[in-house]
Nanobody
């Protein structure tokens, strides 16, 4: 029904930048929130950034000032521009869609690996 596909991950040196993309396809309610989560080995999955259908965004504290989330509703796509990357940013980054249905529906991508290393 709904497919979520991430891209843009890779290996980058500390201080470098990456731009992640997430494209959604299939049947989905037009009012939904899109977000980026990350999960490192041995750690819990955490929210990195989230943006509502109206464009309101929130960020995890360590991402503030370094990451920017944006979306293109016409293409059902969300982006995460990451700058000043640190080794602790290394993780699998997963895209999530949350609908405004009651109860809400959640759709996850497979994830894209981001590795920050010298």
């Amino acid at each position: 029904q709904v497919r979520v596909v991430e891209s843009g991950g890779g290996l980058v040196q500390p201080g470098g930048s990456l731009r992640l993309s997430c494209a959604a396809s299939g049947s989905i309610f037009r009012l939904y929130t899109m977000g980026w989560y990350r999960q490192a080995p041995g750690k819990q999955r955490e929210l990195v950034a989230e943006i509502s259908d109206g464009g309101s965004a929130i960020y995890e504290d360590s991402a503030k000032g370094r990451f920017t989330i944006s979306r293109d509703n016409g293409k059902n796509t969300v982006f995460l521009q990451m700058t000043s990357l640190k080794p602790e940013d290394t993780a699998v980054y997963l895209c999530n869609i949350r609908t405004r249905a009651v109860p809400p529906s959640y759709y996850w991508g497979q994830g894209t690996q981001v590795t920050v290393s010298s």
